[in-house]
């Protein structure tokens, strides 16, 4: 088991390595968006899934991250509308950044705290209407509907953007803004889901989930629950302020309007969809999410009744779209433990075939790991 | 005053339409502790049967085909989706709704095309004068369909075991059953009884004072959630005050926004949702709303 | 065992001292227009077994959830040793050392067994968010070493061929030693048990005695035991409190309890078949 | 790998001795629209299609530019600035121009990258921020001018003095608050008092607006929202009794809302600006474009959509065929050649200047007014013309 | 005392043949026949996990809510087929369960709750009578009418789960054992209770952990052990036998106590914690 773990993980590494010496930009800008999801992904589930605290407001955390970002690293600006700033050197405002989410989520889950089930979902939806409010009003900060430039992060000296003036080429290919920014996102991710497993399988992820099955019992067995709860909700929205950073940076430009209802919603699809409260069903709900609008769109041309756009008849974006709704509601149906339940399946029954049955342990437990 | 007054009763007559949107939430709540996403898709529909048909069939029949459709729809979606879904967590419950929604939107916004539909009510753009206030006789329609419809359920589940059978099975479905209940048969009744109340809300949304039925409409039904959360998600009081509440609050923000300038301009937007937290903060579960009460 | 690691001081070597009476005294709680516990008193003697009985509805669980945190006492105090209860939230008052089990299974069935217990040593446990996340040594040895403890524990209670299966999957007399186990988790100085019998046959139930016996035997803590099985309340109890509609209507050893004409009258009736099965 | 050996080439010269560079090759010329099929403005997305690709058949059917073949290469980004992003990195390194990107938030999204690449790219949205980046042409007026020959429209022929109230509904957003800018300023100079409502695309009902609208006592109102909004502005409007001119800005209306219940009072006292003839003006290029779309597209609807998807595409052609004289077809050279043009587009009734892209290419305005039986539902009330309080305007940049 | 006429077989009471049960993979009752007469009481006894809820589950049909499903045999009840009917169908027979757990509506109040019972009853006059006398079997349901069930104490839910059931006027109860939680003297209530009912003519098929009331109140008794039946017969004659007294019953002489202590592993000694 171990070992095919190892196996696994080698190959995933080897080819995250590979892949921008091959794909072409818009792939990778693919990739990096579901690096930035799945970094949100997995921290909404450590809210939602891990603790039960539903929430639909993750992508105000994300634009609360991203706008931070920007505001700490520009330098100030005067033009038709001023613009503040605190030209940070960009490390720092990254982290400011998330701290900054962090902090916004601390003070929203006083709310969060007394509120349960749906209406605490719909209370946390309010967060995104009131941040399209105040991103569209604190324009000095945001830069109004526009939004604003995002500087390149720079760390030693190391620009991740495009530097026509002296191209990076390694191996032949120049690297880019999206090239660079591919290693950042894995590192980035790697780090976010490896930390957040930590959490899961460690003292902080037992207190959680018995916080989510039977909130009475934990304070009685000595979890602080109101501490823990909102302790998970700045967690989880320093997860979003993080991921909100890298799609900041790989947009190259801030824009309100991405934060809104459809984003929040997208991020609760990935964690149900991917397999609720575990890091892997994040990662897998996020990449799925985010990558098959983008699939079918991009194939859509070799879908069969699909017509070009401008004809009568179903477009590209909309036969996406409705398979999109279709692949939702299929996986939500034929899949309870989600895409990683899945995979599970799978893996177990690779293994059993490879262990070729030595009396098949008749189990009681389907071991749903629901905790990994 | 005049325009106090007048925006008051605006924010009634729209708020009466909230009312019936927050309706559907509440029945299908009740009966399947399902937040319901594809509400929207269900309004849609009956308000494109009700454009579709009502020059070939007359106002009146359009109305009842689209309730009919619409209710079948929301049948359809109860047999082949919600009751398949074998899950215990309803926030996963309510993410099926949205990939139904997002499927029959699509479907039904190309369906719609670029056109703004007209639905053919008898209202048109008539106005009653009281005095110096005007309101749209659709408006006043509306406020009436929602008084009515709202106390039918209130009676209905006050004097009939409907309600007691729907709450039953949402809590606990195999003791339901134990009771002789039949889960398909009242959750399915939930879902079609919620898209007819869509098709009523759809009917008054589109027409005057808004323009007709087009691919937007669907946007609108987001504002009802506030409302049905506000009063509180199990409850049909809570749908009306919820309603009512928003439309006031909505209509007031909007009239006064030059004198609201000074905390930032589109408040009318988040206003209904400030309300609600407000609301939520005072009584965690809406106005009306059941308590959520544990003990060991 | 012997490293550097001290989480709770006053867990010294005599132990008998260490552990604290519990005094109850005129708790009183209402809910909207009902008395569930009307001024009621008692004190629960170091190392002894206290059973709480009472028809139903008597306010036993009440009591617990009083003395637990779940529920605040409308007045009176509850005094664990210098600790004043009724104005400590439940963790808090977890962390003087005392732990519950409940009437109603309140285990996370998804969590195996191990974690669940393990969940019981969270108050004796210090790895945060930052730490666990990070994997710090520090909280690897902390999981390494209460790890072992759980299996010692999960070997006394008879779980060790369960640590692994999620709780979800047990049998309901099984969940209930889950429970036990949980609460000596958390290393209590007294131990809350409602109703740990309760849906269980008499082969079970005597295991299920045996083991509170051999728990107090080794320990030495005391133990406040909410039971409708009289026969297994005559056989542990040390002394015995009945309530009745929020009353206490007797207090003392059992013996005397046991023919108590009010007890009787309210609880027990005349000829019980349960008195019956279980002498 | 493929990427490799393609990246970095700099741009060689054909077989033909033109400069060539990405979405250019010996036989094809590949052009971009970044459009919205599916999402909010579908309906304006789709008819900036149809006439963008009846130009390019026309102009291949007529031998092409430069020996070549003019391709569209379409991306529906559905108003969602994600799919927008990504689209752009799709077909950016594919196409030599985008001859239309519907939305501003979606230009201003990619408008770096715009820059970087000199990617000509003609934005079908009027903000002002749009203005001030050479590879970005925004066609004719932007809303504030539109909004200031607007109010000296209503001054000059509605009767409206100073001391007087005006309304104005507006988006929030770029749109509106471009719109704003232009009618603060003139309200100011006329000495008139402004009137603001600020509302969203997904307020349908402007009853609360118009009862602000009435309680302040306004005497005309500017509309800078979408036609949705027009609609029920005016309709509530005139229904409760508040009988004053309405003046629209070019997204304001929409000839599909002469049927609805509103129809009536659209066609009373409502006009909207344009800087772009209405299609249907009496230009004989208007005229003939409208019957060949009709004979291409018979079952789609004419909008203004239609008028000035052709014309955007023909600014990127003519663009290319400069280029193409000076043989070079990479994008910078189109670019180049684009902003050598000071007086483009008599025969679609206005011209634009090309040469300075910190200002708009045209300040004057047509005041349309809704028409039935006209082609788009509207016909030229007053035609085009430039307002004195616009020469004193400094429009806002970026 | 039993109000015992058993008709010809199969068409009068319930009778089980060769049911066999699984959840997914595991089995949890195989080969399992047993009658429950009409107008009898008929006890089923079992450790912890034995399968009797699963027994139940399959008689009322909510075996799918578990995931679990009958994969062989036959239940039948007077005339008609139970197995595979759904769980309403099984109800309109009259065939009516007080499931494990009390399962109270925790969320409805009290009178709800008992409304929720006469659900699948018509006849409404039969259900106000029916409430009439679980309202004077469990006075304590009058007084909390108006509270909300999850509220109340465990005994009380388990007093509105027997109710609640009683308000269907059930021909067949199954009850899954409802003394759990509660005191002596309302156990000894709901024995007299479930014999009064019996001798009204309600068939009765009890699981109870409580053994010595269930084989007093019960004609005939089955052992059910790991998803078989091992013992069955009279349910004297079983009260009397060792296996159950000693299982069952939890009475042993001392000779039993070695052996009990025999059996059972040794239990390691818990040494105090010392960090
Ligand atoms: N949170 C609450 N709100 C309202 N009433 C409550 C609440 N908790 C308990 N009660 C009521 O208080 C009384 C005492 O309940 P409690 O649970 O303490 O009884 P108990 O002695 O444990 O009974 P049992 O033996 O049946 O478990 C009951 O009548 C119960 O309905
Ligand atoms: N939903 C389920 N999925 C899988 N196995 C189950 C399920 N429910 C019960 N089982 C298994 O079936 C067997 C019988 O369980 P059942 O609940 O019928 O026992 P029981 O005799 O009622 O026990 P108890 O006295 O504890 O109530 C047990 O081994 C149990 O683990
Ligand atoms: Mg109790
Ligand atoms: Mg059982």
Known sequence: MSRSTLLWSIALAAAAVVIPFYLDASWLQDGLFAMAAAIGAIGLNLLTGATGQLSMGHAFFLAVGAFGYVYFASLPEEGAHSLGGLGLPTPVAAVLAVLLAGVAGGLFSPIAARLKGAYLGIATLALIFIGQFAMSNATPVTGGHNGRPVPPLEVFGFVFADTPDAPLVIAGVPFGALERLWFLGIVLLLGAGLFARGVLRGRPGRAMNTIRDHEIAAGVMGVPVARYRAGVFVLSSMYGGLAGVLIALVFQQTVPDYFGLLLALSYLAMIIIGGLGSVAGAVIGAVFVSMLPRLLTRYSDALPLIVQPGQEGVGAAEAAQILYGLAVVVVVLFLPGGLLGLVNQLRLRINRRVASAPAAKHSLTPTPETRN | ?296 | MSDTYQPDGTEAASPAEAIPPLEVRDVTVRFAGLTALDSVSFTVAPGSVHAVIGPNGAGKSTCFNVLSGVYRATSGSVRFGAAELTALPPHRIAALGMARTFQNIALSPHLSVRDNMMLGRHRLTRAGFLSAGLRLPSARREAARHGERVAEIAAFVGLTGQLATPVGLLPYGVQKRVELARALCMEPKLLMLDEPVAGMNGGERREMAELIIAVRESLGISILLVEHDMGMVMRLADAVTVLDFGKRIADGPPERVQNDPEVIRAYLGATSETEEAST | ?398 | ?275
């Open chain 2, 1 to 296: 005053m005049i325009t106090f007054i007048e925006l008051l009763v605006n924010g009634i007559s729209i708020g009466a339409v909230y009312a019936l949107i927050a309706l559907g939430f509440v029945v299908i709540f009740k009966a399947t502790e399902v937040v319901n996403f594809a509400h929207a898709s269900l309004l849609l529909v009956g308000g494109f049967i009700i454009a579709k048909t009502h020059e070939a069939l007359g106002f009146w029949a359009a109305l009842l085909l689209g309730l009919a459709g619409a209710a079948v729809l929301g049948a359809l979606i109860e047999f082949l989706v919600i009751r398949r879904a074998n899950v215990v967590n309803h926030s996963v419950l309510a993410i099926v709704t949205i990939g139904v929604d997002i499927v029959l939107t699509t479907e039904l916004t190309r369906q719609i095309g670029t056109e703004v539909l007209a639905l053919g009510d008898p209202w048109g753009s008539e106005v009653l004068h009281l005095g110096a206030i005007n309101i749209p006789l659709a408006r006043i329609a509306a406020l009436l369909a929602a008084s009515a419809v709202i106390a039918a359920f209130l009676l209905a589940f006050k004097y009939t075991n409907w309600g007691v059978a729907m709450r039953a099975t949402a809590e606990d479905a195999e003791t339901a059953a134990l009771m002789g209940v039949r889960r398909g048969r009242v959750s399915m009744g939930a879902w079609a009884v919620a898209g007819a109340l869509a098709a009523l809300a759809a009917l008054f949304m589109c027409i005057f004072p808004t323009p007709g039925l087009d691919r937007t409409v669907t946007a609108t039904a987001m504002k009802a959630f506030p409302a049905a959360i506000l009063g509180g998600l199990d409850s049909t009081t809570g749908a009306l005050a919820g309603g009512l509440i928003i439309g006031v609050t909505e209509s007031l923000v909007g009239g006064y926004q030059g004198e609201l300038v000074f905390l930032g301009r589109g408040l009318g937007d988040v206003a209904p949702f400030l309300v609600m937290i407000i609301v939520l903060l005072i009584r965690p579960a809406g106005l009306f709303g059941t308590r959520e009460l544990a003990r060991v």
């Open chain 4, 1 to 398: 790998s493929e990427k490799a050996t393609g990246g970095g080439a700099e741009a060689p010269a054909s077989g033909d001795g033109v400069k060539t560079g990405p979405g250019v090759t010996a036989g094809t010329i590949s052009i971009g629209m970044m459009t919205d099929l599916t999402g909010p403005y579908a309906s304006f997305g789709k008819s900036l299609t149809n006439a963008q690709q009846l130009y390019f058949e026309q102009v291949n059917a007529a031998g092409g530019v430069c020996g070549r073949k003019l391709e569209a290469v379409v991306r529906d980004h559905g108003y969602d600035v994600q799919k927008a992003v990504a689209a752009y990195t799709e077909i950016g390194p594919k196409v030599v121009a985008m001859a239309h990107v519907v939305g501003s938030p979606m230009v201003n999204a990619v408008k770096q990258r715009i820059e970087a690449d000199k990617m000509l790219t003609i934005p079908q949205a009027w903000a002002t921020s749009l203005l001030g980046s050479e590879p970005i042409q925004v066609t004719a007026t932007t809303y504030d001018i539109d909004m200031i020959n607007a109010v000296d429209f209503l001054a000059k022929e509605k009767g409206v003095k100073s001391g007087d109230k005006i309304g104005h509904l507006y988006f929030e957003g770029d749109y509106g608050e471009s719109a704003l800018n232009g009618s603060k300023f003139a309200a100011e100079k006329l000495g008139l008092e402004l009137v603001e409502q600020k509302i969203k695309a997904t307020d349908q009902d402007m009853t609360a607006q118009v009862a602000a609208f009435k309680k302040a006592g306004v005497k005309a109102v500017l509309v800078s929202v979408g036609p949705r909004q027009t609609a029920s502005l005016v309709g509530v409007s005139l229904a409760g009794g508040m009988d004053i001119p309405f003046v629209g800005s070019n997204s304001a209306y929409s000839p599909q809302l002469l049927p609805t219940p509103a129809g009536p009072a659209l066609l009373k006292d409502f006009y909207y600006m344009t800087g772009g003839a209405p299609i249907g003006s009496d230009l004989p290029a208007l005229k003939k474009l409208a019957d060949d779309y009709k004979a291409k597209y018979p079952k789609d609807a004419i909008d203004s959509g239609v008028s000035a998807g052709y014309t955007a595409a023909g600014i990127v052609v003519d663009a290319l065929k400069k280029a193409c004289e000076s043989k070079d077809l990479t994008r910078a050279g189109v670019v180049t050649a684009h902003r050598s043009q000071n007086a483009w587009g008599q025969e679609y009734g206005g011209t634009m200047d090309f040469t300075v892209f910190d200002k708009p290419a045209s300040l004057r305005s047509y005041v349309a007014k809704p028409d039935k039986d006209a082609l788009g539902g509207a016909v030229v009330f007053k035609d085009a013309s430039e307002s004195d309080l616009v020469k004193e305007y400094q429009v806002p940049v970026g």
């Open chain 5, 1 to 275: 005392m039993n109000v015992h006429d058993p008709g010809p077989p199969g068409d009068s009471g319930l009778t089980v043949r060769d049911l066999a049960v699984s959840y997914g993979p595991v089995t949890a009752l195989r080969g399992i026949s047993l009658d429950v007469p009409r107008g009898s009481v008929v006890t089923v006894l079992g450790g912890n996990g034995a399968g009797k809820s699963t027994l139940l589950r399959a008689i009322s049909g909510t075996l799918r809510f578990h995931r679990g499903g009958i994969t062989a045999g036959e239940i039948g009840f007077d005339r008609a087929r139970l197995s595979g009917a759904a769980t309403s169908a099984v109800v309109s027979h009259g065939v009516v369960q007080v499931p494990e757990g009390r399962k109270v509506f925790a969320r409805m109040t009290v009178e709800e709750n008992l409304r929720a019972g006469a659900l699948g009853a018509r006849d409404r006059r039969a259900a106000a009578e029916a409430r009439e006398r679980v309202l004077t079997l469990f006075p304590v349901l009058a007084e909390r009418a108006r509270q909300r069930a999850g509220l109340l104490s465990g005994g009380e839910q388990q007093m509105l789960a027997i109710g609640r059931a009683l308000m269907a006027r059930p021909k067949m109860l199954l009850l899954d054992e409802p003394t759990l939680g509660l005191a002596p003297m309302m156990a000894a209530r709901i024995a007299d209770t479930v014999r009064e009912i019996n001798s009204q003519g309600t068939t009765v098929l009890l699981v109870e952990q409580n053994a010595a009331m269930a084989l007093s109140l019960a004609s005939h008794a089955y052992v059910l052990e790991v998803g078989e039946i091992v013992l069955s017969g009279p349910a004297a004659e079983l009260a009397e036998s060792d296996e159950v007294r000693r299982r069952y019953l939890g009475i042993g002489d001392d000779r039993d106590e070695a052996l009990l202590s025999g059996a059972a592993p040794a239990r390691p000694a818990l040494t105090r914690w010392s960090a």
